[in-house]
């Protein structure tokens, strides 16, 4: 089916589109089909727009990204698909490896996710070759890769699972991601969250990295926006907005 463009819904069935295709590559799993209807009904209530929270956490994100000395994206099935071009051009400016870690692993899908972004420009792909593991996690959910996420002391991980999160935190990362749900394990856990739709959120954080970098900022000045940033406030803040427009729809 063609939507047309001025459907209400058009960007929200047309990323649906993007995820069946991806399912139809290999590339999604099932459960990720389901992990983004759960993503959609966070959206709603953000009136799927980026946020001034977002904003504000998308920025510490862009500081600690800029400040970081091995910083790593970590890709799953729903990243692979919805914006393999945003994480090759957010590697390829920091100059950092994309590393395909997936939860549901089998290694087909590791296989085409990596070529897939290699297809979509991204020259550092990992994760074919896992020869570490990540200490908590049980067998095929623990292994990453030595030059990857294993000694990467910044990690970005959009959609992670909170479990995963929590072990990324053990291991001594600064875990920044990407969830539209300010309630789940994941969000709770990171360092930062930017609660916003992936697809809105990449070109984001990637405009604001260019700009800093531009801009030539300062180390000491990306500290002071990186620390002075808090996730929790920020999470406090994200939900409070969520209830309230949910009261406002209520009394419509
Ligand atoms: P957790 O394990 O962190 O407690 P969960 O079990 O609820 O979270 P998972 O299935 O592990 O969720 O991970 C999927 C997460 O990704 C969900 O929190 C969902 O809200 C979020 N999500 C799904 N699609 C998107 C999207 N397009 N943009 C941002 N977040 C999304
Ligand atoms: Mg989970």
């Known amino acids: 089916m063609t939507v047309p463009r001025s459907h209400p819904r058009y960007m929200s069935l047309m990323t649906r589109d993007k995820l069946v295709e991806g399912w139809n590559e290999g590339l999604v799993a099932t459960q990720g089909l389901i992990?983004?209807?759960?993503?959609?009904?966070?959206?709603?209530?953000?009136?799927?727009?980026?946020?001034p929270e977002a904003l504000e956490a998308a920025n510490a994100a862009a500081c600690r990204l800029l400040l970081a000395v091995r910083p790593v994206i970590s890709?799953?099935?729903?990243?692979?698909?919805?914006?393999?071009?945003?994480?090759?051009?957010?590697?390829?400016i920091l100059k950092c490896p994309a590393e395909v870690n997936l939860f549901h692993r089998t290694e087909e899908r590791v296989?085409?996710?990596?070529?897939?972004?290699?297809?979509?420009?991204?020259l550092?792909?990992?994760g074919e070759v896992p020869d570490e593991r990540i200490e908590g996690l049980e067998h095929a959910r623990a292994l990453c890769c030595g030059e990857g996420i294993f000694k990467a002391d910044v990690v970005l991980v959009p959609l992670e699972d909170g479990d995963?999160?929590?072990?990324?935190k053990h291991a001594g990362k600064f875990v920044i991601t990407i969830d539209l749900n300010p309630l789940s394990r994941t969000s709770r856990t990171a360092d930062i969250t930017i609660v916003d739709n992936l697809v809105r959120a990449m070109p984001v954080l990637i405009s604001r990295v260019n700009e800093l970098k531009d801009g030539m900022v300062s180390t000491e000045d990306l500290l002071k926006v990186a620390g002075g940033f808090s996730n929790s406030a920020n999470m406090a803040n994200v939900l409070r907005r969520m209830t309230s427009g949910y009261s406002r729809m209520r009394e419509k």
């Open 35 to 51: 992990a983004h209807g759960r993503g959609e009904a966070f959206d709603y209530l953000l009136g799927e727009t980026t946020t």
């Open 75 to 92: 890709v799953n099935g729903n990243v692979g698909a919805l914006v393999p071009d945003e994480v090759a051009s957010l590697c390829n």
């Open 111 to 122: 296989r085409r996710l990596a070529q897939h972004l290699r297809e979509h420009g991204c």
């Open 124 to 126: 550092d792909v990992l």
């Open 164 to 168: 995963r999160c929590q072990a990324l």
